[in-house]
């Protein structure tokens, strides 16, 4: 421990705490995709929407239109067909 205290001094505790940091955020990537990573992200999700409703706490609302940003693609598809049918739907009245 004398030489780690020498190598390192005062400064130890920022690279242990890098290093938890990394290892958390490793484990939460591969914990994200299994079976108890969805379940433990769903349960947190109905908390937030308790918490949400219950104290009317509305910074914790989603915005609704956050998957557009998520998904460009998709909504430019969305919006081209939108536009489609409302060409279509002057068309047949």
Do not use: H
């Not at 969305?78 to 489609?84: G, M, P, T, Y």
Request: net charge neutral; hydrophobic share 50%.
């Amino acid at each position: 421990m004398e030489i780690i205290n020498t190598l390192f001094g005062d400064t130890l505790w920022i690279y242990t705490s890098i290093a938890g940091a990394l290892l958390g955020a490793a484990c939460l990537a591969y914990i994200q995709t299994t079976r108890i990573g969805l379940w433990g992200y769903a349960q947190f999700d109905k908390l937030i929407d308790f918490l949400r409703d219950r104290y009317g706490w509305t910074w914790l609302a989603q915005d609704p239109d956050a998957w557009l940003k998520a998904n460009p693609q998709l909504a430019a598809k969305l919006a081209e067909l939108d536009e489609r049918l409302v060409k279509l739907e002057k068309k047949f009245r």
